[in-house]
């Protein structure tokens, strides 16, 4: 869930909480009042019927009939109320209703059941009137069950009229809030992608909470660390690169020079031994022949060896000339199944040579990966070389339908992509329609100096 919703929907959620428990105080306060004003009246009329008493006993009574009310009627404080007084020797009620003539209102029936269930409304309340111990009558004073639950809604309708509004408010100013305290975390993620795709340059803005310019830093140092590793791992693999070049010179020179030089001179011994026996032992023509042909065999395997290790025209006539030699010898083995085309442009003898060798091994790696795996019949080889970078595609009509590769013991391409890695590089491989595979290797022409350090 959204952390800006969650949060809203966590203050909205406490809102109404405190919004219920308002709303239940209020209530119990409009009860509690109702019942208050009860035992405020019955008080009061007691002491007024007492004094009637003490009047009457007095001789003070005249012609004012009993019980009064009229002063009680007089001040007409509390509506809702209705007072009766039942006499005990004449068994005679009198009674009176103070303000019951009200207005209808509308009151949602289930607020009526729920008040009457919980609050119990027009609770009446007795009090026997008694004077120098004898008892004249019970007095009763009742609420009015409607009159209360009335006052009861119409207090609780303002507090929810008020609330809702506050509450829809104040949601509102914390939503704008939250979602401008939340902003710096779209421009974090958005850095972390950036990270994830390689931009180890980028760094996050700083932030004005607290909280964020930490994340914001935390992950600024992360990039730093990663791009400080990543460029001595360049740095590292760059050195492996030279060594690995400089030990195939080496062994190439070695083996055409010492092994190369040997085949050829056992074969010329192997001649010469031919012409002796020839004249005079020609039992032994079939051995020399034998010999011949394995030392042929050798000087042929070490001639591919030579080409696989360190290609003569890489060193004597460039890039461009050992791409087609590569072709031309690939068109011969594939045995006219498969087709091999070069095409070539731009000036390959300006490239740096550890560039040049770079791009020579990447293509020498994909044809062996597409003799072994592809079944293709048509490879074309792309070479477009710019001043300031270098673009590589090698594409075939094989059986590749989908990406990525089953993990395999081959390191082929993993050894293709730490060359492009070495490099400072970009190596992306794609599907051709209807089946087939594209390898696009880009390179700088200058890598970063720094990279290279």
């Not at 949601?171 to 710096?184: D, E, G, M, N």
């Not at 390959?348 to 990966?369: D, S, W």
């Not at 293709?416 to 087939?436: D, M, Y």
Request: charged share 15%; with cysteine.
């Amino acid at each position: 869930m959204n952390l800006l919703r969650h949060l809203l929907l966590r203050i909205v959620a406490v809102a109404l909480l405190c919004l219920l428990a308002t709303a239940a105080f209020v209530l119990f306060s409009s009860d509690r009042v109702a019942k208050q004003a009860t035992l405020r009246i019955i008080g009061s009329l007691g002491k007024q019927i007492s004094f009637q008493q003490l009047q009457m006993s007095a001789g003070f009574g005249g012609t004012t009939p009993f019980p009064d009310f009229s002063l009680w009627k007089q001040t007409r404080n509390t509506t809702g109320i209705c007072v009766s007084f039942v006499a005990i020797d004449s068994q005679q009620t009198y009674s009176l209703c103070n303000g019951t003539d009200f207005p209808p209102a509308s009151v949602p029936r289930y607020f009526e059941t729920l008040y009457r269930w919980f609050f119990n409304p027009g609770l009446a309340v007795r009090q026997t009137i008694s004077f120098k111990g004898r008892d004249y009558g019970v007095l009763t004073v009742a609420a009015n069950a409607e009159m209360e639950i009335i006052q009861a809604w119409d207090n609780i309708r303002r507090l929810l009229g008020l609330s809702v509004s506050t509450v829809f408010v104040v949601c509102c100013l914390v939503y704008l809030s939250i979602r401008r305290a939340l902003r710096p975390a779209q421009t974090i993620v958005k850095g972390l992608g950036n990270l994830q795709q390689g931009q180890l340059a980028h760094r996050l803005p700083s932030f004005a909470l607290i909280e964020w310019q930490s994340i914001a830093e935390a992950v600024n140092q992360l990039a730093a660390s990663q791009q400080q590793l990543l460029g001595e791992r360049q740095r590292l693999a760059v050195q492996l690169l030279k060594l690995q070049e400089e030990e195939r010179r080496y062994l190439a020179r070695e083996l055409h020079d010492e092994f190369g030089q040997c085949l050829a001179a056992i074969n010329a011994v192997a001649a010469s031994i031919a012409q002796t026996a020839e004249e005079k032992c020609p039992e032994l023509l079939a051995e020399t022949g034998q010999i011949s042909q394995i030392t042929e065999h050798m000087l042929n395997g070490v001639k591919g060896l030579l080409t696989r290790l360190r290609p003569a025209e890489l060193d004597g006539l460039g890039l461009a000339a050992s791409l087609e030699g590569l072709i031309i010898s690939w068109n011969v083995h594939g045995g006219g199944k498969t087709h091999y085309r070069l095409n070539l442009s731009g000036d390959g003898a300006a490239l740096p040579e550890a560039l040049a060798v770079t791009l020579f091994r990447i293509v020498q790696e994909c044809l062996t990966n597409i003799a072994k795996h592809a079944a293709a019949s048509q490879v074309e080889v792309k070479l477009a070389i710019r001043p300031e970078a270098v673009k590589l595609t090698i594409e075939d009509d094989g059986i590749a339908k989908q990406l990525p590769f089953p993990q395999h013991t081959g390191i082929g391409l993993l050894g293709i992509r730490e060359r492009v890695i070495a490099l400072q590089g970009l190596l992306t491989l794609s599907l051709i329609q209807p089946q087939g595979l594209k390898v696009a290797v880009c390179l700088p022409v200058h890598p970063d100096t720094e990279a290279q350090a």
